[in-house]
């Protein structure tokens, strides 16, 4: 089916034009990365490769979307295209867990013998205790090779943490395509050092009829050289990927990738941190800190002063604002201000920076709300 690499292609150009021009406002994040690759497939000679990424992340609240492109021109001639959309929702259950609805949309062509398209819908439920966390979850859909189909099925359980500077997550996906089957044991980790960030993958295969069984492995490396260009490496052996119709091989890549928008930290990296501390930064800054001071010659008034300084919009939703949100007027020194009357007794708040989540700031006492999430909690006496 041509239309199905088209569809994909189109749907995240599409993304991208949406994202770039939403800006840091919808929380979006968009890059270009143009590589050169070597990749040596199962069963053909290797061959050299250039390639050109384009992907998108857009994310508001307890929603993501991530759309990504990529065209290669092999040294043979031959070229590929391939493209996919994922989109995922959350909606907390209970204080320690969520639940999440996403979907996949992907396709891909290599010159005009070899077309996959899927369409996949998952389901997980996470439980998130600090900087650690399981979830499971299964995934039904179609896949197709051409003009027929097939019928996709999995289920899938893990485990994540946050150690330090490293973030590493293991789990075990079973899975069936037809009558071809696999279970794969996995394990990741990614490590973040100033300007420095590696992923490292690694698995074994087993229990498999008809794609292939061992182990495998990857490992990238991408270093900051400045706030928008980064230098990319990898390389590593992929499995065989039934569903997106890949075939096994071995790589080595490397690639210049340039930030277009957005603050470069993925939507997964910002949910674990939130998880961690809602409102400090990777550098350990506070993100947003709250004071309150009392106005001279008026009862009962309060200025409400948020120190973010990094931010361009700041918002506040409060027992004191019937929980409708206000926005901060921004002064010269930094800081966001508003006037309000308050009377005694116990409030609780939370903050918005950028139309980003809503946080219990710094200054306040972070309390479990009744959302799963956290209320900045302070006293007037």
Known sequence: MRRGAAAALLLSAGALSSGVA????????????????RVDYDGFLPSGAVSITPSVRLERAWASLTARGTALAFESGNTSVQGALAASLYSPLSREWRAEVAG?????????????????????????AGP????????AGRTSY???????????????AR????????????????????????????????????????????????????????????????DRLSLVLGGGRYPVDPIRGSIAGRYVTAALRVRLTGDG?????????????????????????????????????YEIVIRAPAAERV???????????????RTDDGTWRLRLP?????????VRLDGGDWIAPAGTTPMPDDFGGQVGVFVIG
């Open 315 to 329: 918002e506040i939703m409060a027992s004191f604002t019937d929980w409708e949100p206000k926005l901060l007027r």
């Open 146 to 160: 051409g003009t027929g189909s097939r019928g996709v099925v999995a289920a899938e359980g893990g485990l994540w």
């Open 22 to 37: 939403s800006g840091a406002r919808a929380q979006s994040s968009a890059s270009l990365e143009a590589g050169v690759s």
């Open 342 to 350: 308050l009377p005694a007794g116990v409030h609780r708040m939370n």
């Open 104 to 128: 996949t949309l992907g396709g891909s062509r290599y010159e005009d013998f070899a077309e996959f398209w899927h369409a996949l819908a998952r389901g997980r439920v996470h439980r998130i």
């Open 132 to 139: 650690r966390g399981i979830w499971l979850g299964g995934s």
């Open 163 to 226: 150690i330090g500077d490293v973030s590493v997550n293991a789990g075990l996906s079973a899975t069936g395509v037809g009558d071809t089957t696999w279970t794969d044991f996995e394990g990741n980790a990614r490590w973040r050092w100033r300007d420095v960030a590696v992923d490292a993958n690694a698995g074994f295969r087993a229990f498999s009829q008809g794609a292939g069984s061992g182990a495998y492995a990857e490992l990238t490396g991408a270093y900051a050289v400045n």
């Open 265 to 301: 930290e993925t939507p997964a990296a910002r949910l674990a941190r939130a998880a961690i501390d809602p409102v400090m930064a990777e550098n350990g800054s506070v993100r947003a800190h709250f004071d309150l001071v009392p106005l001279r010659g008026a009862v009962a008034m």
